[in-house]
């Protein structure tokens, strides 16, 4: 079993940053691998920064460039830095962990991009 805790949410102008967090009951990158994943209202759930299990990054060719994912292995945690957010940013942000094999959510974080 993992537990991932968000935090970091809000409400921003357009323009402006946020940087979530994510922590992890246990360190999950000895066997898995970790991600955001953001769902706007009426949409589905869709993948906004991960680390590839093969190594590496993804990022969603719409937040290319703004935003940045990392990790403290140290602290078991994930981030995501989002600069020059856009209102189409405004969504719940989901961590997501796969581990060995199984995928785990967090309750999510609400961001909040305004014109």
């Known amino acids: 079993q993992v537990q991932l805790v968000e935090s970091g949410g809000g409400l921003v102008q357009t323009g402006g940053s946020l940087r979530l967090s994510c922590a992890a009951s246990?360190?999950?990158?000895?066997?898995?691998?970790m991600g955001w994943y953001r769902q706007a209202p009426g949409d589905q759930r869709e993948l906004v920064a991960e680390?590839?299990?093969?190594?590496?990054?993804n990022y969603a060719d719409s937040v290319k460039g703004r935003f940045t994912i990392s990790i403290d292995n140290a602290k078991n945690t994930v981030y995501l830095q989002m600069n020059s957010l856009k209102p189409e940013d405004t969504g719940v942000y989901y961590c997501?962990?796969?581990?060995?094999?199984?995928?785990?959510w967090g309750q999510g974080t609400q961001v909040t991009v305004s014109s």
């Open positions: 246990r360190s999950i990158f000895s066997r898995g691998t």
């Open positions: 997501n962990g796969l581990y060995f094999g199984a995928r785990y």
């Open positions: 680390f590839a299990t093969s190594g590496g990054t």
